[in-house]
């Protein structure tokens, strides 16, 4: 790190390059109010809510193990040989993923899922099922759209990045829009918006790349500690997809215990609308990883985590504004159609988790730091106790007869608060080594 680089570096030129990079996430978390909030006003809101969160959340999981290939494509885009390498590995990965969707999605096995596993009634089950077929291409569409935005963010162009994602959410809006004049099933209009939303997004990436010649740029650093073939990308990605597919796997899960609840049928919508609502504040963080990867080599660690907190910080006072003031909660009530037993169990999920924009917002600081140093197995092994304390704590809480959707907010809570704890012992314990030594 060179000083005087250091020294130039400021929370706000930091935020310069964040807040491209945060519109593309407010975008696309953006999007599922939108859809939450037009499924609310058709009708059979509930069983179609809750079949669009159901099929949105296995989608998700088959999308977790290639999440992280924006984090690594913005690490490995600098090395011509493990760029390329990373291509290839991305094409085997969506073309596996694709696949074992497909099979879920097919009749018998989603029969299957759907009656013993996640316990969902005929209707609800139904609707899942269509909803998961709409999104077959989910994985492919995200996996390529992550890597072409990891190439961006590298190379300095956050501004595509974010104006890629403005238009994903136009064609949200716009499919949700001649789907409800027209009167499309609600279900159907769920997938559909959202795999054409990504779809376009992906699509407007990959020109921008090509157009800045970010997929084609001559090599910019040393790759020597860089893997330059497909075995030496496994290697490298391997605990980071391992995170994801263990997080979105556990959130699956979550639905699954949320169908036990007492208050199920109000529940497994209540949870993801309400989810949802607090994503739209919380996605505005995420970004602050792809800051701190970029500039852990030009900036102190004190400066990048001020700048951390500088983001989730307010965040969290404006969701928990939203939460506890009349305007707040009539902005909720109308997102969730004015459907009052939507709004009892949402409300609470809202007002929990007011505080998890600054838990994600620490949480993506400090994986940044830890993958800027090719630590990436102590991310892993945070998102094993994230979500073993998620699961237990929701279990508990579903025993304990609290509605499901508080109960899920509170587990999510503990979990994050776990897993930032761990990932913030990792980087002292590193630190206090460093001194000693």
Same mark, same amino acid.
């Given at each position: 790190?060179?000083?005087?680089?250091?020294?130039?570096?400021? +929370?706000?030129?930091?935020?310069?390059?964040?807040?491209?990079?945060?519109?593309?996430?407010?975008?696309?978390?953006?999007?599922?109010?939108?859809?939450?909030?037009?499924?609310?006003?058709?009708?059979?809101?509930? +069983?179609?809510?809750?079949?669009?969160? &159901?099929?949105?959340?296995?989608?998700?999981?088959?999308?977790?193990? #290639?999440?992280?290939?924006?984090?690594?494509?913005?690490?490995?885009?600098?090395?011509?040989?493990?760029?390329?390498?990373?291509?290839?590995?991305?094409?085997?990965?969506?073309?596996?993923?694709?696949?074992?969707?497909?099979?879920?999605?097919?009749?018998?096995?989603?029969?299957?899922?759907?009656?013993?596993?996640?316990?969902?009634?005929?209707?609800?089950?139904?609707?899942?099922?269509?909803?998961?077929?709409?999104? #077959?291409?989910?994985?492919?569409?995200?996996?390529?759209?992550?890597?072409?935005?990891? /190439?961006?963010?590298?190379?300095?162009?956050?501004?595509?990045?974010?104006?890629?994602?403005?238009?994903?959410?136009?064609?949200?809006?716009?499919?949700?829009? +001649?789907?409800?004049?027209?009167?499309?099933?609600?279900?159907?209009?769920?997938?559909?918006?959202?795999?054409?939303? &990504?779809?376009?997004?992906?699509?407007?990436?990959?020109?921008?790349?090509?157009?800045?010649?970010?997929?084609?740029?001559? /090599?910019?650093?040393?790759?020597?500690?860089?893997?330059?073939?497909?075995?030496?990308?496994?290697?490298?990605?391997?605990?980071?997809?391992?995170?994801?597919?263990? &997080?979105?796997?556990?959130?699956?899960?979550?639905?699954?215990? &949320?169908?036990?609840?007492?208050?199920?049928?109000?529940?497994?919508?209540?949870?993801?609308?309400?989810?949802?609502?607090?994503?739209?504040?919380?996605?505005?963080?995420?970004?602050?990883? /792809?800051? #701190?990867?970029?500039?852990?080599?030009?900036?102190?660690?004190?400066?990048?985590?001020?700048?951390?907190?500088?983001?989730?910080?307010?965040?969290?006072?404006?969701?928990?504004?939203?939460?506890?003031?009349?305007?707040?909660?009539?902005?909720?009530?109308?997102?969730?159609?004015?459907?009052?037993?939507?709004?009892?169990?949402?409300?609470?999920?809202?007002?929990?988790?007011?505080?998890?924009?600054?838990?994600?917002?620490?949480?993506?600081?400090? /994986?940044?730091?830890?993958?800027?140093?090719?630590?990436?197995?102590?991310?892993?092994?945070?998102?094993?106790?994230?979500?073993?304390?998620?699961?237990?704590?929701?279990?508990?809480?579903?025993?304990?007869?609290?509605?499901?959707?508080?109960?899920?907010?509170?587990?999510?809570?503990?979990?994050?608060?776990?897993?930032?704890?761990?990932?913030?012992?990792?980087?002292?314990?590193?630190?206090?080594?460093?001194?000693?030594?």
């Amino acid at each position: 790190m060179s000083e005087p680089e250091a020294t130039e570096m400021t +929370v706000r030129s930091l935020w310069a390059q964040f807040l491209p990079l945060s519109l593309s996430e407010v975008t696309m978390a953006a999007g599922e109010p939108l859809i939450t909030t037009t499924l609310a006003h058709l009708p059979e809101a509930q +069983v179609n809510l809750a079949a669009a969160g &159901v099929a949105k959340s296995l989608a998700v999981f088959f999308e977790s193990p #290639i999440i992280m290939l924006l984090h690594a494509s913005n690490a490995l885009s600098a090395a011509v040989a493990s760029r390329r390498a990373l291509f290839r590995f991305m094409m085997i990965a969506i073309a596996v993923l694709t696949g074992c969707l497909l099979l879920l999605a097919s009749p018998p096995a989603f029969a299957f899922l759907g009656r013993h596993v996640l316990r969902l009634d005929g209707a609800i089950g139904e609707r899942a099922q269509v909803v998961l077929l709409l999104l #077959i291409l989910w994985p492919a569409a995200i996996g390529w759209r992550r890597y072409f935005q990891g /190439q961006l963010i590298r190379a300095g162009h956050a501004r595509q990045v974010g104006r890629a994602g403005l238009a994903r959410l136009a064609v949200v809006a716009a499919v949700l829009a +001649v789907g409800f004049a027209t009167g499309m099933p609600g279900a159907w209009l769920a997938g559909t918006a959202l795999l054409l939303g &990504v779809i376009s997004e992906a699509l407007l990436v990959t020109v921008a790349a090509r157009k800045l010649g970010t997929a084609h740029a001559p /090599q910019t650093a040393d790759a020597r500690d860089l893997p330059t073939d497909v075995a030496g990308v496994w290697r490298f990605y391997w605990p980071l997809a391992n995170s994801m597919l263990v &997080v979105w796997g556990g959130r699956a899960i979550l639905v699954a215990l &949320v169908a036990r609840a007492e208050d199920a049928s109000v529940a497994l919508a209540a949870w993801p609308a309400a989810w949802g609502f607090v994503l739209l504040i919380a996605n505005t963080t995420r970004m602050v990883q /792809q800051v #701190i990867i970029r500039n852990r080599a030009q900036a102190s660690d004190g400066l990048l985590v001020r700048f951390a907190l500088s983001v989730g910080v307010p965040c969290t006072l404006l969701l928990l504004g939203i939460a506890v003031t009349s305007p707040g909660r009539l902005l909720l009530s109308a997102f969730l159609g004015h459907d009052s037993s939507l709004l009892a169990g949402g409300l609470p999920v809202v007002l929990l988790c007011s505080i998890v924009p600054m838990f994600i917002s620490l949480q993506n600081a400090v /994986q940044g730091f830890l993958i800027s140093e090719g630590r990436t197995s102590r991310v892993n092994v945070a998102t094993w106790l994230g979500t073993t304390v998620l699961l237990g704590a929701a279990a508990s809480g579903i025993r304990a007869k609290m509605p499901g959707a508080t109960a899920a907010a509170v587990a999510m809570l503990a979990a994050l608060a776990a897993e930032v704890l761990w990932l913030s012992l990792g980087l002292r314990q590193r630190a206090e080594r460093a001194q000693a030594h």
